[in-house]
C-alpha cells in the first residue's frame, strides 16, 4: 500500500510537470548535460585505460623488458658503407643480470633473426626468436596445438621450431602441420607447437612476441646464424652485430621491480660505453596510467560538479517559482487538512522527479555517445554499471538538496493568505 | 413527540464553543481588533449565517472556527475540547476528518479533474485510489455532476463548480460545513440551488456556518449572526429552538 501511494505520488508528479513540458525540459536540461557528460567521459575514459590497463598486463607487470637499441653515435655512423654496427646487449650481460640480483626471478633472452625460410611451397622471410623455455613463463600464451620450448629443448640444442599463430598463419600451417619440416635459412627445424599470440603495444613498448613467426632454442640460433645481421635498407647493405635483442625479467614482487630496474640500469652503465639499451618497465606504465586516469576522473568530477550544481540552481529557480504560482493550490490544500509535511513530500517527489528524469535522459545520451564513439572511430568504450548508477543516484540527490528549500518554502504558506492569493 | 425529544436533545449538544475569543492583528503600532471578545455557542446541526458589514470580523470568525487560523486570545472548545493551544499537525488532522470548506471563489485546483477535486479529502485521508473513486463517483451524483467526473475546473460553470467544491467538502463526511460567501461568484438562481444543497445537508444532520451579506441568502439558514467591529451585535432566529 505505501508502495503505490508512493508511485501515485510520482504519477501526480509527473502530471503537473507535464502541464509545462517545455518550462521541465528546459530546467532539465543542466542535469541531462550534467549526467550525460558524465556518463560518457566515465565510459571513454574506462574504456581508454581499461586499454592501457589489459595491454600492460600482456607485458607482465612484473616484468622489466631491456631492450637492445643502437645508440645515437651508432645511427650516425652506419651511414658509413663499410661500416659495421656493434651494439646491444651481449650474453655476458644476460649472464651477469641472471646471477647478480636476488630479487629476479627468472630471465629470458631474446636473439632476433631473420631468414628466408620454407614450409613445403610456401617460402618467405620469417622473424625468428632464438630463446630459452623460461620465455613462455614470462610471456605466457595458451598453446594451440603440440607444445612449447622445454629445457631439455635447450640443454640438447634441438633443432625444433614452435610457431606462433601469427607465424603460422603466414606459413598456412595448421595443427597438422607439427612434426612438419620448417626450413629457416638453410637449416632444417622440426615443427613442435603452435602458441597463440598477441599483438599491440602498451605505452611505447612493445609487447614481446608482437610480430613473432617462430621460436627457436638460443644456442640453436647463435650457432647456426651467428650474432652478425646483414640487412638491405634503400639500396644499401647494413651490417650489424646484436648478441641479444632482448632479455626479459621477473621479479619476485611488485615492490622490488622499480628498485631492481635502477640497479639493472646502473650495472649496464657500468659495461656499456654507450647507451645501446632501454630498460622499459610496464608497472611504471601502469602506475603512469593510473595517475592519469586518477586526473582524469578529478576533471571529470570538477565538471560534473559543476555542471550538476547548475542545473540544481535552475532546478531550485523553477521550483520557487512554481511555489508562488502554486500558493493558492497549497493554501486549499492545506484548508482540506494536509500537513505540513505532506506538502513538502508533493514539492520534494516533483523535484526529484524533475532531477531524475533529466539523469535518465542525460544518461541515455551518455550512452549513445560512446556507442557511437565506438562506432565512428572504433576507440573502446566501457560501461560499468558504477558509471551509471552513481550519476543516477546524484541525480537524485540533486533533486533531495535543491528541492527542499523550495518545498519548505511551500509547507510555510499560510493557508488564510493562499487562499485569498491570486 | 418521544422521537423528536431525543433528536433534538441530541441537537441540543454543543459543537463549538468560544469563550472571549479575541483577534488581534497588530500593523506596526496599530491594532486592529478582528474579533474583540466574542461568546458564543454553536450547536450541532445548526445552520448559520454570519452577517455584518465590510470590515466586522466575519472572515475572521470563520477562519477561527474553521481552525485555519489562531486565537490571540480567549478559548476555543470543539466538540468538548479546548483547542487553542493545539499544534499546526493536530489543527490540520481535525480539518481533515472534521470540516469541510466551501468558498466563494469555489478554490478548486486547475490542474485536477472534477473527480481527483472531490478525492483530495480522501487521498489525505490515506483511502484506496479504487474507495476514493466510488466515492467521489457517488458524492458527484448527490450534487448532479455525475457526468462530469473527467472534465477539469475551467470547463464547469461557476454553479458546477461550486457544486464540485460542496462535493469535496462532504467527501470526508465533516460534522461542519464552512461556507465563505458560497453564492457571492454565483447569480440569483444559481445561488439558491446551492443554498437549497446546503440545506438539504442540513437536513441530514450537518452544523453548517456560512458567511453572507445578503438577507435573502441569510434567510434560508436557522440563525442569523450579526456581526460589527468584531463583536456579536445581535443574534436572530435562535428562540426557536
Ligand atoms: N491578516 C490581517 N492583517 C491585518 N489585519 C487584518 C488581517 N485580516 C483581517 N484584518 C482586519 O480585521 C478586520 C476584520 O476583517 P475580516 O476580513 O474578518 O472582515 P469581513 O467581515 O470578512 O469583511 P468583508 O465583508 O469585506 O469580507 C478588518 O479591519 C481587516 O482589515
Ligand atoms: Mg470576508
Redesign the interface.
Known sequence: ?KQ??LM?NIYLGV??LL?HKLRSFLTMLGIVFGVGSVVAMLSVGEGASKEALDQIRKLGSNNIIISSVKSVEEESASNVRTHMSIYGLTYEDFRRISESFKDVQKTAPVKIIRKESRLGERMLELRVVGTTATWFELVPRAVIAGRVLTALDVEKNSPVAILTEFGARKLLATENTIGQTLQIGGDRFEIVGIVQSESGEAGNIQIPDQQVDAYIPIEVARKYFGDIFTRRSSGSFEREKVELHQVILQIDSVDHVEPTAAAVETMLERFHDKKDYRISVPLALLRQAEATKRRFNIVLGSIAGISLLVGGIGIMNIMLASVTERT??I??????????R?IIYQFLIETVVLSTTGGLIGLGLGVLIPFLITIISGMATVLTLWGILLPLLISMMVGILFGLYPAIHAAKVD??VA?RHE | MADTSVQTDSRNHEMIRLVEARKIYTMGRQEVRALAGVTITFLKGSFWAIMGPSGSGKSTMM?IL?C??RLTDGQYYFDGRDISTLG??AL??????R?G?I?QSF???P?LTVQKNIE??LY???W??EDSAARARVLAEEVGLADRLQHRPTELSGGQMQRVAIA?ALA?DPQIIFADEPTGNLDTKTGLQILELLQKLHGEGKTIIMVTHEPDIASYAQIQLHMRDGLVERIDGQEGL
Open positions: 500500500m503505490t501511494r501515485r502530471e503537473n502541464l493558492r493550490e493554501g486549499i490544500r492545506r484548508a482540506i487538512g494536509a500537513k505540513r505532506q493557508p488564510i487562499l | 477562519n474553521g485555519l487560523d499546526d499537525d490540520s488532522e481535525l480539518r481533515l476528518r470540516l470548506f468558498f478554490n478548486l485546483i490542474q483530495l479529502p489525505y485521508l490515506g484506496e485510489d469535496r470526508n
